[in-house]
């Protein structure tokens, strides 16, 4: 039996508690993630038509102009580990963000027009990719089968 599924009881505990346990086996705990992204839904910005030439310090370089970035990831082919053309950039702030858009979407990067929206959420940000559910259904209750009144007046 595997020891982390064993030191846990069986009882309800915490958040915190739970979280705590979890940090001291730093191998499994890699791979779970409890918490949501402790950063405003909005400060997350992709860029697109980026060069392929482009790296995380560049990009670095040019929108830490708008305000504290926590994280910037470059999407790479896996297998021949070049750029695809786009980052995702992730603000401590949603007014950064924002800024950043306002500023430079649809401007010359080295070459290219680059394009920035808000990301998406997507596998990072839960842990799998998010449902959704969409607009209310609307439920109707089945009406109960009505037997024919046969009129029996002589």
């Given at each position: ?50 060069p392929y030439t482009t790296g995380e310090t560049t990009l670095q370089k040019e929108f ?49 027009t680059i394009h920035l929206e808000i990301a998406k959420p997507g596998w990072d940000d ?29």
């Open positions: 039996m595997n020891t982390m599924l064993a030191s846990f009881p069986l009882y309800p505990r915490t958040f915190a508690s739970v979280r705590a346990e979890l940090d001291t086996h730093t191998e499994q705990s890699s791979f779970l993630k409890l918490a949501p992204n402790p950063y405003p839904l909005a400060s997350k910005i992709l860029v697109k038509n980026l830490s102009n708008f305000g504290k970035i926590a994280e910037i990831k470059v999407a790479k082919d896996v297998k021949t580990k070049r750029s695809k053309g786009y980052a995702f950039i992730q603000y401590t702030c949603q007014d950064d963000a924002m800024l950043a858009i306002e500023t430079m979407d649809q401007k010359d990067f080295y070459g290219r839960y842990g799998s990719q998010p449902r959704t559910s969409g607009p209310p259904k609307k439920w109707t209750s089945p009406e109960p089968e009505q037997e024919e009144v046969v009129d029996c007046w002589y």
